[in-house]
């Protein structure tokens, strides 16, 4: 079993950055491959990034590539979400999640968090 629980989230301007964390409780963190995704108001939830055990291969939806960053730090059971030149169009509850195996991009994620909210005004 793996509780997550996210932080960070808030109002930014655009252009402005964020750093989303994520903290996962449970002895076998370092298995799971982890996953950010968001949901905007009326949109299905969509992929935005993903990292494997190690930390040795990231995935990223093309919206965010060269604008977010993924990492981990299995020593404090936590995984990161860094945003710089964020967009109104980024705006979205973003969850983290947490599989067994290799990082995929779909949202086939045994555990999920419960959300932090990220605004962009523009």
């Known amino acids: 079993q793996v509780q997550l629980v996210e932080s960070g989230g808030g109002l930014v301007q655009a252009g402005g950055s964020l750093r989303l964390s994520c903290a996962a409780s449970?002895?076998?963190?370092?298995?799971?491959?982890m996953g950010w995704f968001r949901q905007a108001p009326g949109k299905e939830r969509e992929f935005v990034t993903a990292?494997?055990?190690?930390?040795?291969?990231?995935y990223y939806a093309d919206s965010v590539k060269g604008r977010f960053t993924i990492s981990r730090n299995n020593a404090k059971n936590t995984v990161y979400l860094q945003m710089n030149s964020l967009k109104p169009e980024d705006t979205a509850v973003y969850y983290c999640?947490?599989?067994?195996?290799?990082?995929?991009?779909?949202?086939?994620?045994?555990?999920w968090g419960q959300g932090t909210q990220v605004t962009v005004s523009s």
């Open positions: 449970g002895r076998t963190f370092s298995r799971y491959a």
């Open positions: 990292i494997s055990w190690s930390g040795g291969t990231t």
């Open positions: 999640a947490a599989r067994p195996g290799v990082p995929t991009s779909n949202i086939l994620y045994d555990y």
